[in-house]
C-alpha cells in the first residue's frame, strides 16, 4: 500500500472509532470498504482530514456498514463448514431464567432492538435474553450497567439499592421441546475472535455473527454463550421463530420474595449449609456485590 493510502486508510479508522464511539474498530474490518459507501458528510470528513468536522454524521450509519463487512468475512467462514459448527441443547422440559421489570403476566418477550450483545445489529431479528442459572441472570442484569465493571480488585464492588429487587420479576421458563443453539463459545479459534466474544463492550462481533447466521439460513432456536462477568452456567439469546413457542412460563416472582435452590449455585461453605437462599444473599455472597438501603 502506497503512503498515500496509508493515510488515508488511517484517518478513516480514527474517524470511525470517534464517530461510533467504538475504539475496539481494527483496519481489517474497514480496509476493504470503498470510501463511497460511507454516509457523504463522513466522505468529506476525510477528504478535508478536518478531524473536527463531523457535521450531521449519524454513528449508526458508520457502526452498521462496518458490522456489515464483518458479517461477510464471518460468513464466508462459516458457509463451507456449516457442518463443524458447535451446538449447544437444552433437552425438553428443561428450565432457564429471566429478570425483567415487575408487573408483567410472562417472563417471554422477544424485542428486535440492536443495542444487546447477541441482537441484529439492523434489528431484523427478535432476541429475548435468558440464563441457565439465576445467579448468573442477576450478574448480566447488574454488572453490565456497573461503572467500575473490568476494572480490577481496587474498585469499589457492585451496589444494587434494595428497590432493585422490588421492582424486578425472576422467571422460571420451562422448554416446550428439545433447543438448539449455536454454540458461540467455542468459536473463537475459527474466526480468530479470542477474547472479543466475551468482552464487556465488543458488541459489533457477536452482533455480526446473528446477521451472518440468518444469512446463511441455517435453523436454530439462537445462540448460547458464556457470560463476560460471572460464568456459572450458559447464557441464552433466543431467537423468536415460527415454531413459538419454545417455552412457557411456570413461576413469575418478585426478586425480593425469590428463593435459590443452592444446587443452583457454584458450591461454597455458605451455600453448602443451606438448601436455599434469597437472591439478596445471591447478590452478596455469590456475586461479591452490596445491597444498600434504598433513599
Request: aromatic share 8%; with cysteine.
Amino acid at each position: 500500500m502506497v503512503k498515500k493510502e496509508q493515510e488515508e486508510l488511517d484517518f478513516v479508522l480514527k474517524l470511525a472509532k470517534k464517530v461510533t464511539g467504538e475504539y475496539d474498530i481494527k483496519q481489517s474490518e474497514i480496509e476493504n470498504i470503498p470510501l463511497s459507501n460511507f454516509p457523504k458528510q463522513f466522505q468529506n470528513t476525510v477528504k478535508s482530514r478536518d478531524y473536527d468536522d463531523l457535521g450531521d454524521i449519524e454513528p449508526d450509519d458508520v457502526r452498521n456498514l462496518i458490522v456489515d463487512n464483518t458479517t461477510q468475512a464471518i460468513k464466508a467462514k462459516l458457509e463451507p463448514v456449516t457442518d463443524d459448527v458447535s451446538y449447544k441443547f437444552v433437552l425438553d422440559a428443561s428450565k432457564i431464567y429471566r429478570i425483567q421489570g415487575a408487573g408483567h403476566p410472562s417472563a417471554i418477550y422477544y424485542s428486535d432492538g440492536s443495542d444487546g450483545r447477541y441482537n441484529h445489529h439492523r434489528g431484523k431479528a427478535k432476541i429475548m435474553y435468558a440464563a441457565e442459572k439465576p445467579d448468573t441472570c442477576l450478574a448480566e442484569l447488574t454488572e453490565r450497567v456497573d461503572k467500575n465493571k473490568g476494572e480490577g480488585p481496587h474498585a469499589e464492588q457492585t451496589t444494587v439499592s434494595s428497590d432493585f429487587f422490588e421492582v424486578h420479576d425472576i422467571g422460571e421458563l420451562q422448554c416446550k421441546r428439545q433447543l438448539k443453539f449455536v454454540d458461540v463459545s467455542v468459536m473463537g479459534a475459527r474466526l480468530k475472535l479470542s477474547g472479543d466474544l466475551i468482552d464487556t463492550h465488543n458488541y459489533p462481533n457477536t452482533q455480526a455473527i446473528v446477521a451472518a447466521w440468518g444469512e446463511l439460513g441455517s435453523t436454530c432456536y439462537g445462540f448460547a454463550y458464556a457470560g463476560a462477568h460471572y460464568q456459572n452456567g450458559t447464557l441464552f439469546a433466543l431467537k423468536e421463530t415460527p415454531e413459538n413457542p419454545q417455552l412457557e412460563t411456570i413461576k413469575l416472582t418478585k426478586l425480593s420474595q425469590y428463593q435459590v435452590d443452592t444446587s443452583e449455585l457454584p458450591p461454597s461453605k455458605f451455600t453448602s449449609e443451606r438448601s436455599e437462599i434469597s437472591m439478596f444473599d445471591v447478590m452478596e455472597r455469590s456475586l461479591g456485590g452490596k445491597v444498600i438501603p434504598s433513599n
